[in-house]
């Protein structure tokens, strides 16, 4: 599911009076994502709140606060280049 600001999650369980929707900020939720600028790769998670991190990404990856966080298109789910997100903050020690 697209909004104007970018994707915020999937219609998990379609049906003719209403749908599932898994939003991007649930805990269960993963994304193949990448940094637009670089294109480092890494796995979009939920931090069980309005924040997301990015995880699996090389500690060498080019990542800056304020690159944008784009779908990949590698997990089948998400076409590659919707926005996700901007990054906020860079961790290179593992931490949330």
Do not use: C
């Amino acid at each position: 599911m697209l909004a104007p600001a970018g994707v915020v999650g999937r219609d998990h369980s379609p049906a003719p009076a209403g749908s599932e929707v898994q939003l991007l900020v649930d805990r269960n939720a993963a994304v193949g994502a990448l940094v637009e600028r670089s294109r480092s790769q890494g796995v979009r998670s939920s931090l069980g709140t309005s924040l997301l991190k990015l995880d699996f990404v090389s500690t060498s990856a080019d990542v800056k606060a304020g690159d944008s966080i784009v779908t990949s298109g590698i997990d089948g789910i998400y076409p590659k280049g919707f926005l996700i997100g901007k990054v906020v903050k860079v961790d290179r020690a593992g931490g949330a």
